[in-house]
């Protein structure tokens, strides 16, 4: 199963090198979810904000700034995104016993509208804040299949996602 | 569920655009973890260093030098960390075979004081090495409840965490 | 379980900190994976494209351009890889069965070679696509025992990792 890749075995080539000027750039996406888990295809908006930035050559950080919603780069295929809901809800069950929503005894960020959302913490655990994919040409450079979704494992809300360029 | 995201679903803001000399820095920190499975808030101290930096904006890394200690960000409410180690121990239980632990069979990475950590090499697998997070007017721009965590996976002892800002 | 830092728990040093012109360069690594599950070390073709980059400090970002085929970091410990697939399957067993692969009702994505992979899909969804690294003296600053994965998910086939420097 280890497999420690041998000189034949592998192709490398340079797609390019650049020195100039650092660009930083920050656009901030406010989405409006509404299923959950609901995967959302944000592809078409973070390949905008990329081809705005000036950046050439870098990469670009696409981070969700909540803690029950996660960014993950898959394949838009919609029976698929139902499998991985699927998987997300056996990992850990909406229905399950969770202490975070324990409102009886819970004291540290409780809020008037709180909801039970546990389940929705252990899956993003296990997802991630963010995706970081490089630049290339001026584009956000996905292979085939894959797409950007903001995934929603809480209830519907606005959900804001920061998309960052570095390079130059 | 796939929702393909339309133009009124979604607001767009530029938060930044900057060009300059490009700076880049590291830190290390070198903590000692008391408790595993357990959940160290960094966020403090990811911030002293994004602030002393130098950089205004672009982005920062938080690393775990180890293949058993992770960085994740989620929310500091204590319940809800007991039920996050709950998942993990659910996923890969400290209780349960592997291989990795048979030092009869095992021969690669032997220490002395080896121990059985398969289960923290496993849980490690989901949970990834480090976090991204946009630096955003020399501030580390976490959202409302989010929190860097290095989560100890194995026994409790002195972790190296690299602390990394690039930008402009 | 939740431990705040306190101030002597954490020993903080600066490593480096530099200000220049920036570089980014990018490197497209072609492998081919010869197991499912399979574990490829890669950090040695890694730590060539980084030496070769002329970043001497930044961060590197190895990015898998595939929806069933994950970048992680863990030990280069034969057992331990067995473990790790083994939890992995456990997980999202091939033999369970996914929407994705009900083919009378698929309708998107679909190709005259497709094969039944809704696990490859549901694995990777929790390994995620890249790792980033600080690179330190023109090294990408991994651990002790840190080694970079490419995992075959799906049939063995040719890959294409993107390997990003963006520093100065």
Known sequence: MLDQTSRDQVHRETVFRREATAIAT???LEIETKAAPGFLD????VQAVVAESGVTFGQVTIF???????IRINEAEPLLLRDMARTLRQLAPSNAYYE????????VNMNDDECA???????HLFLASS?????????CALGLYQRVFLIELDH????????NVVGC
């Open 26 to 28: 920050c656009d901030a």
């Open 42 to 45: 944000i592809t078409d908006e």
């Open 64 to 70: 969700s700034s909540h803690t029950t919603a996660a």
């Open 100 to 107: 975070h929503n324990d409102f009886g005894r819970r004291t």
């Open 117 to 123: 959302n546990g389940h929705a913490h252990c899956q």
């Open 131 to 139: 995706e970081t994919v490089p630049v290339i040409d001026g584009r």
């Open 156 to 163: 519907p809300r606005m959900r804001r996602i920061l998309v």
